[in-house]
């Protein structure tokens, strides 16, 4: 597209002008990023941010990594990101009081020391550096030289992070599902349901729903119509007074009626 | 020189027999008495077999040595531990393992009813050890080792019953006054080896005559302060009195005839320094001279016999002192009165040991009276010794004594006088309260507490005290006969060529002046005691008081030498506490400020982890930009 | 113009982000200026390439890119994971390391 021929101390002046319109707004953008309140605002900002970078990336005759840029990450992880912040709450704001003592003061200096020294540091490494420009890399089309690269030169790479793909969506997979602490209520009604007999669905009667005497010495009857030992007085039972509730019990045929 | 070679045994014998029965413990109760007494009179056999054998030598062989072993070899300092037994010290080893093992005996009844007698007679070794080793000793350094071992045993005697506080207290008192003089031989020790390079007496003596008079001054001064503080002289004199805390024995032995009679020894030993410094005598002279008067005056007041006679024993050994400051014959004067000190100052304790004994260990004065007729035997020998402590003829002190004051007369000059006025008052004195004990003790009314039954000790004590009393009969005449005394230690003290000096009275004349201040003496004591004598002591004119007080030693120590020791003391644990223990206080206090000053930047917070990265990432950028400047 | 000025770009979009770490509490935002950083990072990449004349910078940039959107999708699950449990996405509350 652009003649890509570039020397140090030149360059031609539409990617001039693009360079020079664009990079202060994303600056800008990112620096927004950083300072405004609600989170979603953050997460557009990256957006311009990114759709700016792919933009670079276009203009430097790195087209296949430009289209990639915009489809993967504004589209996919930054949607992601909306996504999850929607989950977590839309308005969800922080507070810009900062509560941790020298935080701030602290990291105005480390970013004003980091800026320095790597801007330094660049602008020593960088000053005679002539740029080939990628006019002969691109030869066959941009695609086709990164495909060329990839599958020759860095395909044990290229499986690996495929490899890395799939564990990360298990991994998210696995993050994401939450175990039930407890059956559901579905669940129960239908193990009720499967458990023998339809009597037993319905769950036994309560205490005294059966009972035919109110005696001392007859032992009560338990909702599934046996006696129940420890109803009696264990003295009556040393005695020998006691009479077996036997002929108190529901009859079998009673028990089938209901 | 000859050399012998059983002179060790003089000392090994005792010092293994006090081993032996200190480790052995309660096994040898029954018979370590015994074995101890026996062990005494075996180095006085030894002592008198070598006394016979010098005899049989003559001249420059007289003197014996014997090379034990070589103890010191550091560079320049060579020190070996050898012997020397010549004319000086063979008058020693006979009065110590004599008059020692006299006093073994002695100790065998007296000490009959208590538990500890074992360990007692295993001091008492010790102490003969020590004494021996220091008067044979052939260096000053050897005479060191003896020196501490005498001062060490004095403490452990003194102390003997130390269940009692007061006794306990008398012993370390005894022992930190000692102390004191053993710096000023330690520092005479450095300065011999500094200035002369040999620390042995016949080194020193030979560099004597070419070391400059600083140095023998100083070396003197040194000197004379170790013999002050063995001896109890003025101003060391002040552990002599609480000494008497330990048993009768003790006190005879080492506190009357052996112990203190150690700094004449060294003086006289050291003759050559201080014939070499005039300074030097003048202040012997002094410290002899103040110390006669010291311990008569004390002498006086003191209603505890034993407390008077050890006053008394200071006032004695102040004239030897003396005697050893005025010149080369002063020495051998010094040692006669020293000799036949031992003789009736012993028995004189043994006596007065004899008479506790009879009266309950009773030691005031007071409470006695009339003791003559119950104690025949212990009266005689007692007044025996009296009677030549007092110095009337011909009894031993008349000899030594008078041979002082025409010696100190003889001093010449404005000198002479004083010194030899002083040793007359001091008679005079001494006549007196000597006179005041006798008459207190053993004649007048009974005054005796109830309860007391006197009666005579038995033989085991008077055999001893009978066979002391010959001495203090008999030596003086004997060591005076032809100056036999003189002519024996002349080649030891240089006092050939000394003879010739200006007499200012005729020795006659001396002698009647010093018995004319003896009657006095003796005729104002016995006017005023010789009636009633009130049992609680009246309160006494103010001199009275203050003798009672030993003359205010007590108070002067504490005030000059005790509060201010003290003061120093507390600074230094203060110092210690705040300035020492402060640094490393402050090191401990250092450490923990920053480690809680860095506890703080663990918050918790990830942020201001995060922050932390960022910094360290910006320090490895910076280093990365200064590497590549 | 310098083709460096690209890559002064990148260090200060990186500045930009490293400091966004550190100061937001919000956890998504804090994993957006990672993100910011990446992009800056990817950008320094193409740059190089372009000045040697070299894919291997565009490759570089592409797996960067890959390993960015696996990381965002499991960060961004454990975040949900921590706002289920504690019903807030503050950073700030796992402080326990506290000394």
Known sequence: MLNMTLHVGSTHTPEAVLFWVMAPMAVLAALGMLLVKKAVHSALLLAWVMITLAIFYIAEDALFLGIVQVVVYTGAVMMLFLFILMLVGVDSSDSLVENIKGQRPASILAAVGLAGLLLSLIARAVTHVDSIGLTAANSNGNVQGIAQELFTRYVWAFEVVSALLITAALGAMVLAHSERKHASQRQLSVDRFRKGSLAQTAGLPASGVYARHNAVDVPALLPDGSSAPTSISPTLKERGDIIESAPFELAPSVEEEN | ?629 | MDISNYIYLSAILFVIGAIGVVVRRNAIVVFMCVELMLNAANLAFVTFSRINGDLGGQIASFFTMVVAACEVVVGLAIIVTMYRSRRSASVDDASLLKR
């Open chain 2, 1 to 629: 020189m000859t050399t012998r070679t059983d002179l060790v045994y003089l000392i090994t014998l005792p010092l293994f027999s006090s081993a032996f029965l200190l480790l052995l413990g309660r096994i040898a109760d029954k018979w370590g008495h015994f074995f101890a007494t026996a062990i005494s009179a075996s180095t006085f056999g030894i002592g008198l077999y070598e006394f016979f054998a010098m005899r049989s030598r003559s001249g420059d062989s007289r003197a014996a040595t014997q090379r034990i072993f070589e103890w010191i070899s550091v560079g320049t300092f060579k020190v070996d531990a050898s012997l020397l037994l010549d004319q000086l010290s063979i008058c020693f080893v006979l009065l110590i393992t004599g008059v020692g093992t006299l006093i073994h005996i002695y100790s065998i009844a007296y000490m009959s009813h208590d538990r500890d007698r074992r360990r007692f007679f295993a001091y008492l070794n010790l102490f003969v050890a020590a004494m021996l080793l220091l008067v044979l000793g052939d260096s000053y350094l050897n005479l060191y080792v003896g020196w501490e071992g005498v001062g060490l045993a004095s403490y452990l005697l003194i102390g003997f019953w130390n269940e009692r506080p007061a006794y306990a207290t008398a012993a370390k008192k005894a022992f930190i006054a000692n102390r004191v003089g053993d710096v000023g031989l330690s520092l005479a020790i450095m300065i011999a080896f500094t200035q002369f390079g040999s620390v042995t007496f016949a080194g020193v003596k030979d560099a004597a005559p070419h070391a400059s008079s600083a140095a023998l001054t100083a070396l003197g001064a040194m000197l004379l302060l170790a013999a002050a503080g063995k001896s109890a002289q003025f101003p060391l004199q002040s552990w002599l009195g609480d000494a008497m805390a330990g048993p009768t024995p003790v006190s005879a032995l080492i506190h009357a005839a052996t112990m203190v009679t150690a700094g004449v020894y060294l003086i006289t030993r050291s003759n050559f320094i201080f014939d070499a410094s005039s300074t030097a005598r003048l202040l012997v002279v002094i410290v002899g001279a103040i110390t006669l008067l010291f311990g008569a005056i004390v002498g006086t007041a003191k209603d505890d016999i034993k407390k008077a006679l050890a006053a008394s024993t200071m006032s004695q050994i102040g004239y030897m002192i003396l005697a050893t400051g005025l010149g080369p014959v002063g020495y051998a004067f010094a040692i006669m009165h020293l000799l036949t000190h031992g003789f009736f100052k012993a028995s004189m304790f043994l006596g007065a040991g004899s008479v506790m004994h009879g009266m309950n260990d009773e030691v005031n004065m007071r409470r006695y009276g009339g003791l003559g007729k119950v104690m025949p035997i212990t009266a005689v020998t007692f007044g025996l010794g009296y009677l030549a402590i007092i110095g009337v003829p011909p009894f031993a002190g008349f000899y030594s004594k008078d041979k002082i004051i025409e010696t100190a007369l003889n001093a010449g000059g404005a000198r002479g006088i004083l010194l030899g006025g002083a040793a007359l008052l001091g008679a005079a004195i001494t006549a007196f309260y000597m006179t005041r004990v006798v008459v207190l003790t053993f004649t007048g009314k009974k005054r005796w507490a109830d309860g007391t039954h006197p009666h005579e000790s038995p033989s085991l004590m008077l055999i001893p005290i009978i066979l002391l009393s010959v001495g203090s009969v008999a030596s003086g005449f004997l060591l005076n006969k032809g100056n036999a005394l003189v002519h024996w230690l002349a080649p030891v003290v240089n006092a050939a060529g000394a003879e010739g000096g200006k007499e200012l009275l005729q020795p006659n004349v001396v002698s009647a002046l010093a018995l004319g201040v003896v009657v006095l003496g003796v005729l104002t004591a016995v006017l005023k005691y010789r009636g009633h004598v009130p049992v609680e002591a009246p309160a006494g004119s103010p001199l009275t008081r203050f003798a009672r007080r030993d003359l205010g030693q007590d108070d002067f120590n504490h005030r000059v030498l005790v509060l201010p020791g003290q003061a120093i003391t507390k600074s230094l644990v203060g110092m210690d506490f705040h300035f020492v223990d402060g640094i490393v206080r402050a090191v401990g206090w250092v450490l923990s400020y920053i480690s809680v000053s860095l506890k703080k930047v663990q918050n918790g917070y990830v942020r201001s982890y995060a922050l932390l990265m960022t910094v360290g990432a910006i320090a490895l950028l910076a280093t990365i930009w200064l590497v590549t400047l």
